[in-house]
């Protein structure tokens, strides 16, 4: 029953919410271990037996010991939350519904690089083929557009304006966006496509997305963690697209961009999502000031 409910729900939020494949997983990791939990506890109370707040403290309180983050338990409630109102529309799974905890939890700065440790990673390039030149390609458009993994993964050709040197980025819930990506990359990307169909000519491959793998196929988003991972590992220390993507926001706010302009960029539905970015540059300000003056 409850196996049943969580597919019609995962397909509800493809279907009606246009939510992405990334999304549904998390939406199903966070769902699932308490749909398991109130599955055994019906067993053992009686199948006619109502969720509620004990049981659900319980859940959290179990979770907790097994090392859960409080951050990801606020995930699951967020999560939950949406199920809950998905099936208040359904009488018949009243009893699954109970009144929801709200968690507080610190919000975590981002990971990002300094802007001489980015100006690092395109210092000694060895572009010898197409895989080297395509991960150049990928870390480059990383740290200059700012756009997610799975954005990534699904760029085409087609998405780019070359003579205004802007890009239609797919983002979540299937929201269109365009964002700068910087004239300093056009002739390398330009470069890129010239490697790349030379690359296709042996290959029977018409594909239209921006970067392939060795045989010509699109990549996973899972391979191009992989790629930034391995390409970033001469600096020195653990670089992923996540960590590219804060530092194209912080680097921008570090040298005066609009918030407004950055959450723009980011694709951020609210703008406090982008704010977190602030908080970056606060501490920098406060280590400049206690270094810098006299009475700090």
């Known amino acids: ?21 990334g999304t549904i997983e998390t939406y199903k990791r966070h769902l699932s271990p308490w749909l398991s939990f109130i599955e055994k506890e019906s067993e053992i109370s009686g199948a006619d037996s109502k969720i509620n707040s004990v049981l ?45 905890s709200r968690l507080k939890f610190s919000e975590k700065i981002p990971d990002f690089l300094s ?18 030149r395509r991960d150049y390609m990928m870390v480059s458009l990383f740290y200059l557009s700012g756009i997610r993994r799975a954005e ?3 760029l085409k050709i087609s998405n780019f304006d070359f003579n205004k040197h802007i890009i239609e980025v797919l983002g979540k819930g299937n929201k269109v966006r365009t964002t700068p990506y910087g004239a300093a990359v056009s002739t390398d990307l330009q470069k890129y496509l010239e490697v790349r169909q030379d690359f296709l000519r042996n290959r029977d491959s018409q594909c239209g997305v921006l970067f392939l793998n060795y045989r010509g196929e699109p990549l996973t988003v ?13 600096l020195g220390k653990r670089v992923t697209p996540h ?11 570090e ?42």
């Open 222 to 234: 899972r391979s191009v963690d992989r790629v930034v991972k391995k390409y970033c590992m001469k």
């Open 1 to 21: 029953m409850l196996d049943k409910i969580l597919t019609e729900y995962l397909k509800y939020l493809v279907e009606k919410r246009s939510l992405s494949p």
């Open 243 to 253: 960590m590219l993507r804060h530092s194209f926001a912080t680097h921008l706010l």
């Open 56 to 100: 659900l403290r319980k859940y959290l309180g179990k979770r907790r010991q097994a090392g859960v983050s409080v951050r990801t338990l606020a995930g699951f409630i967020s999560a939950l939350a949406g199920l809950q109102k998905y099936l208040g529309q359904t009488k018949k799974c009243e009893k699954y519904l109970c009144k929801l």
């Open 255 to 296: 040298n005066g961009a609009d918030i407004l302009a950055i959450k723009e960029m980011l694709g951020h539905s609210s703008l406090g999502t982008t704010q977190k970015y602030t908080h970056v540059t606060a501490e920098q300000l406060k280590a400049v000031y206690k270094k810098a003056h006299p009475r700090a």
């Open 115 to 132: 802007q001489k440790e980015a100006k690092d990673l395109f210092e000694y390039i060895n572009l010898d083929s197409y895989i080297a």
């Open 152 to 154: 990534m993964a699904g």
